[in-house]
């Protein structure tokens, strides 16, 4: 077992077939279950800007939490190294989605903002720490766009 490298699967069902398929851009749902053994089902769909539904999550969504999550996790990580006790953490992120002209589309840059507070050690270096989460989480280093932190800390 090489525990360096790790692999990860899920499974994807469009639901979205209003019963004849594809035939016209607005015909048919953009509806979908993602689903990982053991896991709930996550209900998906596409931006409403592009005709999805607003009680699903959109593929965007889902990039921008990812980003948030991997932050916080890397940062708790390094916390309980440097001996600072985090009592709570919030984050508020931002992702901004350019369109392009053919149709395409990309992340051009994500802000996240996390509310952190600690009880035990020096808020200075809980607030230094935010560089070195950034530098551990792997979904941002998989990502070809900044993602930045505005974090507050408070002791």
Known sequence: ?????HRYGISLEWTGNR???????????????????????????????????????NPE?????????CHMLSYLHVAVKHGINVVSYQDDAEGTLRLNRDGSG????????PQVVI????????????DEAHRLCFIA??????VLHEAATRG
């Open 1 to 5: 077992m090489n525990l360096s490298e």
């Open 19 to 57: 019963g004849s398929g594809t035939t016209n851009y607005r015909g048919y749902g953009r509806d979908h279950i993602v689903r990982a053994e053991g896991l709930p089902d996550l209900a998906g769909t596409a931006d409403p800007t592009f005709h999805g539904d607003r009680d699903r999550w």
């Open 61 to 69: 969504q889902l990039l921008l939490t990812a980003l948030s999550q």
């Open 106 to 113: 990309e992340f051009t840059s994500v802000l996240l903002r």
């Open 119 to 130: 009880n035990g050690g020096n808020p200075d270096t809980a607030s230094a720490l935010h």
């Open 141 to 146: 280093r998989s990502v070809n766009f900044p």
